[in-house]
């Protein structure tokens, strides 16, 4: 899960991070009087959005008095933002960050993800911090400092002095970036992040060490242990189609291709979606429907899948263990007749009762394609979905 970046520098300011001076608005009138009570100048005005990439996007905007701050935020707001990482249809702008203006320094890198090939969290820093660290990382891989944390033990004061003075830092701002890495780690863990970010931490021109951006991103696992952080979703800021799958708990993430996809178990959809590509198409969505699907869930993970404009065919791929197949077929059927399905529908199954699965299909007066084995079913969707 994600969250805005006015929440994440609220939680590190609880664990003792320094982040600027700041409030959030939802109203260009609420940003004035932000700008007002913080009584300063220069102002930063920051779009709020999940995504990164604002500064070049016009996302992030300096005002010299309160008045020019509201002028601004009625610029921004209710207007869809552009960025390399929002796709070319934008999101759109609801809320902006008020906050006092930072001179800056140097403008570091310092972020902490979990190392799948390690089984451990590694810290990153870098002195090429600002501009996209992606381009960094695939250009200059060296200039990325790692640290490996031992997760039993923490991260080491040692290792965080490490990466301090590899940063080329000042003794007195090495102090504070040590303080504020370790600081960071704490959240990380204590909050079951798998990402925390912050590009660019900078050195100020009087010797500060701040988080001027900030990402928190949560382990979806982990929620059920973090109300607090529960509440901070934003729904508006998420795939309508995978909030609407996440009430009925469905394992439903949208994708970019042309073949919509039931199946049943995570393995047999992730076998699916490759065995589709090889046939020559892309699905259009993962969609594990799980192991005791009731016709209920099959009528929604159908009306789902078929509400995305791309799906230009579905196909049903189901081996029918604890979910027999004449039990998923009758679903299928029932869902069929409440949703006005235009595409052509695919269907494999195998397993339980896949006789009497066939025979309900048939005679259901609904035009299925029926497939044999894994193969067929990939040929004929893809087929009929171009
Ligand atoms: P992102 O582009 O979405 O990652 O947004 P950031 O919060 O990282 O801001 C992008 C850039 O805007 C930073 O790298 C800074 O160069 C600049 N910026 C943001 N806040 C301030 C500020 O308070 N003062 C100054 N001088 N520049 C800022
Ligand atoms: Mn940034």
């Known amino acids: ?10 939680i590190l300011a609880e664990f003792g991070v320094a982040v600027p001076r700041g409030g959030v608005a939802h109203t260009p009138l609420e940003a004035r009087a932000v700008a007002e009570k913080l009584g300063t100048s220069p102002i930063v005005l920051k779009a709020q959005i999940h995504a990164g990439g604002r500064g070049k996007a016009g996302g992030i905007r300096l005002a010299h008095s309160p008045e020019e701050v509201e002028s601004l935020a009625r610029q921004m707001m209710g207007k869809k933002l552009v960025t390399p990482q929002t796709g070319p249809e934008g999101k759109e702008v609801k809320r902006v960050l008020v906050e006092e203006g930072v001179s800056i320094l140097r403008e570091l890198y310092l972020g902490m993800v979990i190392d799948r090939s390690r089984s451990r969290p590694v810290v990153m820093a870098s002195t090429e911090g600002g501009v996209e660290i992606e381009e960094v990382a695939a250009k200059a891989p060296e ?18 002095r490490k990466l301090a003075y590899r940063l080329q830092l000042t003794p007195q701002q090495a102090k504070s970036a040590i303080d504020l890495i370790l600081k960071l780690y704490d959240v990380f863990e204590a909050k079951d992040c798998s990402l925390a970010e912050i590009n660019p931490l900078v050195i100020t021109t009087d010797n500060r060490v701040i988080a001027l951006d900030a990402k928190l991103n949560f382990d979806d696992n982990a929620l059920y242990r973090h109300g607090d952080i529960a509440q901070l979703r934003d729904l508006d800021e998420e795939d309508p189609l995978e909030v609407e799958a996440n009430k009925y708990r469905l394992n439903y993430i949208k994708l970019n291709g042309t073949v919509g996809c039931m199946v049943n178990g995570a393995g047999l959809a992730m076998a699916t979606m490759d065995i589709i590509q090889l046939a020559g198409a892309s699905p259009a969505n993962f969609l594990d429907v799980g192991g005791g699907a009731s016709a209920e869930m099959i009528e929604n993970a159908f009306r789902i899948l078929i509400s995305d404009p791309n799906v230009k065919a579905v196909l ?11 039990r998923l ?7 069929m007749s409440k949703l006005d399905v235009k595409v052509p529908v695919v269907i494999r ?18 035009n299925f394609i029926i497939a044999d084995g894994m193969k067929d079913a990939a040929e004929k969707v893809v087929a009929v979905a171009k």
Not at 2 to 8: R, T
Not at 329 to 335: F, L, P
Request: aromatic content about 8%.
């Open 1 to 10: 899960m994600k969250i805005h970046e006015y929440q994440a520098k609220q």
């Open 143 to 160: 200039k990325i400092l790692k640290e490996w944390v031992d997760p039993a033990v923490g991260l080491q004061p040692f290792q965080a």
């Open 316 to 326: 049903i791929n189901i081996f029918g263990g604890i979910l027999r197949c004449d």
């Open 329 to 335: 077929a009758t679903g299928v059927v029932e869902a």
């Open 349 to 366: 199954m195998e397993g339980t009762n896949v006789e009497e699965g066939k025979r309900i299909l048939k005679e259901s007066g609904f």
